[in-house]
């Protein structure tokens, strides 16, 4: 073996790049004065695409596979380089490993709240978060566009310019789309959709592609979820008595346990009610002794029953019996008709209840065949 062939095994390369880390995007091949030897091997594994940059200019875009660095491999190489030196002479090139396969579980999400237009709660604002992935569809765009020079680019470093686009696409297309709050979690399948339909031209321009968003959760302001929680519970308590009754008996629980003039005055206002309460019994029984007359309390006023009504598995109401009569007179409800009351066990027919069967015998009923 002579010294020429030695010295040509000597510079021989083997170009490869395992990843041991999960951001790492593009990676250089570090390489003494980027001297690489025509004949070298390269190495490119499933998820990797190999760039040559030759003195600073764009070269090759290498798939999977394995590779021997010649003239019938590398055609732009070849025009640039012109191999002179009977084709053996080491050339200067930096190599770029680009990781193609997707980078999953990346998170956006709304810094500030959105203002938008909702059909039902009018002017609010919203907040949104969720995951994307991100994949390089075009690694010598993505290299010139983004990576430059870095010799080590990570998910980190082009993670909050997407999410910027995200969140901007989110916004015209919540803004665009009508769909009210309420019914936005219903939605977000497509909504996610969408917003990756809207940013796929932006982010394409980058090299890159958006294979997967998804729409974790949308929020509205801590004040609109405390309204809309209080909306909720009004719906539960059915009976309107009821609930006033509770909330009397809340205010009342409140109160005692509140300090300063507020708690002073609701103790004061409960003491003379009580004192009034306790007066009247000495006041009726000293009037009885001296004979003079005395004036007989009112009897307590009657309870007004309010009604539900059960139809197509849906409940209405609260109504009251003069609505009840209205709606019989317009055959809204008959005797047939599923109603319920505070107290009532389970649901009845109207007909079988005597307080609304009253309501059918206003009108006469047919006359008598002749």
């Known amino acids: 073996m002579g010294i020429f062939d030695f010295l040509t095994g000597e510079f021989i390369d083997v170009i490869h790049w395992t990843d041991d880390t999960r951001d790492t995007m593009v990676w250089r091949f570090e390489r003494e004065a980027h001297e690489i030897k025509y004949g070298a091997k390269l190495t490119v594994r499933t998820g990797q695409a190999a760039v040559f940059v030759h003195e600073g200019q764009l070269a ?17 190489m070849t025009t640039l380089q012109h191999w002179d030196h009977g084709f053996k002479s080491p050339f200067k090139s930096e190599i770029y490993y ?16 959105i203002m938008l237009r909702d059909p ?3 002017p609010t604002r ?43 696409a989110f916004t015209r297309t919540i803004a665009a789309s009508g769909i009210a709050v309420l019914d936005m979690a219903a ?6 959709k969408l917003i990756a339909g809207a940013i796929a031209d932006t982010v394409a321009e980058y090299g890159i592609s958006i294979p997967e968003l998804y ?7 801590p004040a609109v979820e405390a309204a809309l929680d209080t909306r909720t519970s009004r719906g539960l308590t059915g009976d309107l008595d009821a609930h006033m009754k509770y909330a009397a008996a809340e205010a ?28 009247n019994p000495w006041a009726q029984q000293a009037a009885a002794s001296t004979g ?73 009923p047919p006359p008598p065949p002749a």
């Open 252 to 279: 009342l629980r409140s109160g005692g346990e509140a300090s300063g003039a507020m708690g002073a005055g609701m103790g004061a206002g409960m003491g003379m009610a009580m004192a009034q309460q306790m007066a």
């Open 126 to 168: 919203i907040r949104a978060f969720g995951t994307y992935s991100v994949k390089v569809s075009d690694p010598a765009k993505f290299l010139t566009e983004i990576v430059g020079t870095d010799g080590e680019f990570t998910m980190d470093e082009i993670s909050f310019q997407i999410r910027n686009i995200i969140v901007q």
């Open 215 to 221: 729409i974790e959760n949308v929020s509205l302001p």
């Open 120 to 122: 039902e709660f009018g």
């Open 292 to 364: 003079a007359p005395t004036a007989a309390a009112p009897p307590p006023p009657p309870i007004e029953h309010v009604w539900h009504i059960a139809e197509a598995g849906k409940t209405t109401g609260p109504f009251s019996k003069a609505s009840l009569g209205r709606m019989a007179v317009d055959g809204k409800l008959t005797r047939a008709s599923m109603v319920w009351t505070q107290g009532q066990d389970g649901w009845m027919a109207a007909d079988e209840i005597g307080e609304l069967a009253q309501l059918f015998t206003v009108m006469p």
């Open 60 to 76: 090759d875009v290498f798939t999977p596979g394995l590779y021997m660095l010649e003239t019938n491999n590398m055609p732009v």
């Open 98 to 113: 680009v990781n193609t396969t997707r980078f999953n579980n990346l998170k956006w999400g709304t810094k500030n709240p």
């Open 187 to 192: 939605n977000t399948a497509d909504l996610g």
